[in-house]
Structures are given as structure tokens and as C-alpha cells.
């Protein structure tokens, strides 16, 4: 058996959000080198704008230093397109989730977020080389624009997909539904039994959402996750990391 690895993802980071990860980074910190893969909103809802909070941008430039990696996650992370015209598009934008922003962008609309999102990021010299689309929903005008970006990668639930071909690979991603009691609870049940269906595979993700953060049953759950995958001896990566160990033969579509 070969080695397993093991990446931990936290979506949705904002300045808003910042207080609600800070504890369980302070925990996971406190477990050795974990590096995480923070998933960074430039201006979250139109209401803050990363340049206005230097704050903020402190705090990632000290978890850059420990060895995290900064992703763009969105631009506005929230869908603020004309209204859905299909029973699938309102099914999708409206009750799967409200914050699928690439869902619907033509390549043009995506590729000047897309930039935007990069030059902000260049300009506080962060380095990045992914992106991932709120909700992981993408048009396909978003993915003609990544195929241009000169990015690294992307991903979605299940996949991690290198650029600018999309080539795909298998990495396997835990999430959780924490806003009520009922979810939380089925998100427990399909996390244990996705964490034994994934038992043997190469990679797999947690992917954690501020959400998560604000119930000890969520919190609670993903550090002991964490915890019980790193004694059975899954490596820490974060999602550049370990796209960079892959070989060659996995680059490429079959």
C-alpha cells in the first residue's frame, strides 16, 4: 500500500468568518505541521473588500509563513445573476445553495472575476496557483475561462482537476451540512461512512465551513477526523502540494 495523504480545507475565508476558524486552527496548530489550504473570498457578498482589512491580511500572510496555501474561492461568493429560467437552474441557484456565483457566468463575466480575484492577490503578493468555485458550481464559460488563466488547478466534491486541460484526479471530500440539529446529525453518519468507504484511497479531503465552526458537534467532530487520520498515517498536504506529487501518467486524460 502506498502513502496516504490527507488534505484539510477551509472554505469561506473571509474577515467576517476569521473568529469562527481562529480556535480550530489554534487546535490544529497545536497537533504539529498541518498545513491548510484556506479557500479566500476577495470581497464576500460585496461587503468586504480584502483591501479594506489589513487586519485580515495579516493573519493569512502568518498562516502563508507556517507553510498554508491561499486558493481563490469566488470573487463575491454569491449569486447576484438574473433570475434562474429553468426548473434545474432554480433548483440549483435557489435551494442547493444561494452562493454558487460561477454558476451561471459567461466566459467573459468569469474571466474578468477570475482576474480580478489574481491581480488582488499579486497585489498583496500572496502566492496561489488554484481556484474553487463557490458551491464547487461551474458554467461552461467558467471552465473555458480557468482553461486561459494560468492557474494550477481546480476542483470540485470529488476531483481535483489540473489546468489548463482539466485533466482529472480522484480525491475524495468529506463535508458536512451544520445549520440544524437533523443535518448535522445525517452529516455525522455519511462522514463515518465516507471515512470507511475512503479508508484506502490516495487522497482525501475535509472540507470545513464557518458553519462547522459555530456548534461543538461539528467543530468537535472534524479535530477528531483529523486527529484519527493522522494516527493511521495520512501526510498532511496541502491541495498544491500533493497535485505536485502526482506522476506524469496522472496528468493526462485516459
Not at 25 to 31: G, N, R, T
Not at 45 to 60: C, D, K, T, V
Not at 65 to 79: F, I, N, P, S, V
Not at 169 to 198: C, D, F, K, M, N
Request: hydrophobic share 40%; proline share 7%; with cysteine.
Amino acid at each position: 500500500m502506498g502513502e496516504r495523504y490527507l488534505c484539510l480545507v477551509l472554505h469561506d475565508v473571509t474577515p467576517q468568518t476569521w473568529a469562527d476558524y481562529q480556535p480550530f486552527m489554534d487546535a490544529v496548530d497545536d497537533l504539529g505541521q498541518v498545513p491548510i489550504t484556506l479557500l479566500v473570498v476577495p470581497n464576500f457578498h460585496h461587503r468586504q473588500p480584502l483591501s479594506e482589512h489589513p487586519g485580515f491580511r495579516y493573519q493569512l500572510e502568518r498562516r502563508l509563513t507556517r507553510g498554508d496555501e491561499l486558493a481563490l474561492h469566488g470573487y463575491y461568493h454569491c449569486d447576484d445573476e438574473p433570475a434562474a429560467r429553468t426548473v434545474r437552474a432554480w433548483w440549483m441557484r435557489r435551494i442547493y445553495t444561494s452562493e454558487g456565483e460561477f454558476y451561471t457566468l459567461d466566459q467573459a463575466q468569469a474571466q474578468w472575476r477570475l482576474e480580478a480575484g489574481s491581480e488582488l492577490f499579486k497585489q498583496f503578493g500572496w502566492p496561489f496557483a488554484g481556484f474553487v468555485a463557490p458551491a464547487w458550481l461551474m458554467s461552461a464559460g467558467t471552465r473555458r475561462a480557468l482553461e486561459q488563466s494560468g492557474l494550477s488547478y481546480t476542483s470540485d466534491a470529488q476531483q481535483l482537476y489540473r489546468l489548463p486541460d482539466f485533466a482529472p484526479i480522484t480525491a475524495p471530500g468529506l463535508v458536512w451540512s451544520a445549520r440544524t440539529a437533523w443535518r448535522r446529525g445525517v452529516s455525522w453518519l455519511v462522514s463515518e461512512s465516507a471515512a470507511h468507504l475512503y479508508r484506502q484511497a490516495p487522497l482525501v479531503r475535509l472540507g470545513i465551513h464557518p458553519v462547522d465552526m459555530r456548534h461543538d458537534f461539528s467543530r468537535r467532530y472534524w479535530l477528531c477526523l483529523l486527529q484519527r487520520l493522522l494516527e493511521e498515517g495520512r501526510i498532511p498536504v496541502t491541495k498544491l502540494d500533493w497535485l505536485q506529487r502526482q506522476p506524469l501518467v496522472l496528468q493526462s486524460r485516459p
